[in-house]
């Protein structure tokens, strides 16, 4: 079931320099229960489409739905069945009161969505836990810490039980081990409660570990979409580098016209290949290269990122957009 779908949407802003387009004409669709992420560089037109799809912003153009109601013509509907955390640590300082406990925020987030007062604690008890706030319930919110901080905001967000949650840009600022027990608490938000998730995000090691799938935009429109690894293979491929003894061009006659190498490169005895899937075809590789009385120096089978990715598709990396690449410590807390 699809249960974000937007199609032409798009958003102008009158500047003095003139009229900025921010969003070109976004088409996407979301499935129920699908965590979504939304990768491009800063000024890419991440944030607006938030802010549209939760009604903050009105479109200039397109139309979309959101948990089947209209963006125009029911925001109600949508702000009903979504939860939205911004960039921004919200709970000290964006209108919340830095004196009133964890609970005392939930319950009274609760009680704003027209709960009744048993019915919001109850839920506020149940977000503690899902969301590892036990002993904390009486904490003061600016005693908090930042990762402390921002579980409490997503459990804010989810105190209404929405069928969506946008969390844009949810683990910025935040160290490696609580961003890493922050993806755990987005998965389980999919895995307990049957949420829906789409979340912007700077890091390219949160998009592969989190998500089903990604949507790259760029310049305000949506220019690439797929499972990361999809993607990865489809627009960049394993790149696998051989150190040779003995002629590189015999090797490369006996590797021309194999459907699975895309390209081959030669610099004196190195070569390089482009191939999908390299795992699978390097071993095939080696046999034939052994057959053949081929000896190597060294093999090195190096994947494709999502920067590898976005370059491909732009001519520029996610890194020269102020993306973050995959943090080693926490890769390897997530593996």
């Not at 979504?36 to 139309?63: D, S």
């Not at 964890?102 to 977000?127: F, I, N, S, T």
């Not at 015999?250 to 190498?261: L, S």
Request: hydrophobic letters at 40%.
């Amino acid at each position: 079931m699809t249960i974000i779908e937007a199609r032409g949407l798009g958003r102008t802003f009158k500047t003095r320099r003139g009229v900025v387009e921010a969003v070109a004409g976004v088409d996407l669709a979301v499935e129920q229960g699908e965590i979504v992420g939304f990768l491009g560089p800063n000024g890419a037109g991440k944030t607006t489409t938030f802010r549209l799809l939760t009604t903050l912003l009105r479109p200039t153009t397109g139309t979309a739905t959101v948990v089947g109601a209209d963006l125009i013509r029911d925001p109600v509907g949508v702000r009903m069945g979504i939860g939205y955390v911004p960039q921004a640590i919200g709970v000290v300082g964006g209108g919340s009161d830095p004196n009133s406990t964890v609970r005392e925020e939930l319950v009274l987030q609760g009680r704003l969505y027209r709960k009744p007062a048993a019915e919001a604690a109850r839920r506020a008890d149940l977000l503690v836990r899902q969301l590892d706030l036990v002993g904390l319930e009486r904490r003061l919110t600016k005693t908090l810490s930042g990762g402390q901080r921002r579980r409490l905001d997503i459990a804010l967000g989810l105190v209404h039980s929405p069928r969506v949650i946008f969390l844009d840009e949810p683990s910025t600022g935040l160290d490696p081990q609580s961003r890493s027990n922050l993806w755990d608490h987005i998965r389980r938000l999919r895995k307990e409660l049957g949420t829906t998730v789409f979340l912007s995000t700077h890091y390219l090691d949160e998009a592969d570990a989190l998500c089903d799938r990604v949507l790259v935009i760029d310049h305000g429109k949506v220019v690439a979409e797929g499972r990361p690894e999809e993607l990865k293979q489809r627009l960049s491929g394993d790149i696998i580098t051989l150190s040779l003894n003995g002629d590189p061009g015999i090797v490369q006659e006996t590797f021309a016209g194999r459907a699975d190498i895309r390209e081959i490169t030669l610099n004196g005895c190195m070569m390089r290949l482009t191939v999908q899937h390299g795992e699978r075809v390097l071993p095939e590789l080696l046999r034939i290269l052994d057959g053949a009385g081929v000896t190597l120096n060294s093999v090195q089978l190096i994947s494709p990122t999502l920067d590898d990715v976005f370059l491909t598709l732009t001519g520029r990396g996610l890194r020269d957009g102020t993306m973050v690449m995959p943090d080693p410590l926490l890769s390897a807390a997530a593996s």
